[in-house]
């Protein structure tokens, strides 16, 4: 079956560790894409990568990294650098400026 | 700058019918987009609009009015499990999603 995987679904840290989450789809889509939700807001975008080896920052980039090694794989990294890292993540792809974008289940990332 | 509304929050009884109105501002506009998100779950695709006019799928339809930056998702026959939040996203200049903050639906028995 195709489809887009995060893991993990829970995630626990402590304050000043950085953390990576996952994401890999397994579609063929060219565009991948990472949110972050929290409560009351709107889906705000952290970094987007419209092909391999290329990304680019998105309204909230700060205190995140990531990678596009491979079409099938956009890992994030939560740095210590991020203020505020709790809050549940979101990786989406899409065929390149295709309408619909597909979601992993999410990453709920709780830093204490 | 960009910013899409939606009412925060809708209650509605079961087997209604409800009306979740967004409207927007945008740069560039490619198309407007309905999701369904149940809680701590991932948006849901539920629709996509982008000539004027209504589209219909099932129990559930959007309608689009370019004109005056304005669409809405009408829910049918409601069901218990239709309570989720509703989002309105605007694909923007360069192909970019905005989102609204999402519409919390409650139905009531």
């Known amino acids: 079956d195709g489809g887009i995987t995060q893991s993990p679904k829970y995630l626990f840290r402590k304050e000043g560790q950085n953390v990576t989450l996952s994401c890999e789809q397994n579609?063929?889509?060219?565009?991948m894409y990472w949110y972050r939700q929290d409560p009351g807001q709107g889906l705000r975008l952290i970094y987007y990568s419209q092909i391999v080896n290329d990304f680019q920052k998105g309204d909230i980039a700060e205190g995140y990294s990531v990678s596009r090694e491979k079409k099938e794989s956009f890992p994030l990294t939560v740095t210590s650098a991020q203020k505020n890292p709790t809050a549940f993540y979101l990786c989406a792809s899409s065929l390149d400026r295709g309408p619909e974008a597909f979601f992993g289940q999410g990453t709920r990332l709780t830093v204490v | 700058g960009q910013n899409i509304d939606q009412p925060t929050e809708m209650t509605a009884t079961e087997g209604a019918i409800v009306q979740i109105n967004c409207t927007y501002q945008?740069?560039?506009?490619?198309?407007l987009f309905w999701y369904q998100q149940h809680a701590g779950e991932a948006p849901t695709f539920l629709s996509y609009n982008v000539l004027d006019g209504l589209e219909e799928k099932g129990r559930f339809s959007s309608f689009l009015s370019r004109s005056k930056g304005y669409s809405y998702l009408l829910l049918k026959e409601l069901q218990m499990k239709d309570s989720a939040s509703y989002l309105c996203a605007v694909n923007a200049l360069n192909y970019q999603l905005i989102w609204g903050a999402g519409t919390k639906l409650i139905i009531k028995p």
């Open positions: 945008t740069s560039g506009f490619n198309g």
């Open positions: 579609l063929n889509h060219d565009a």
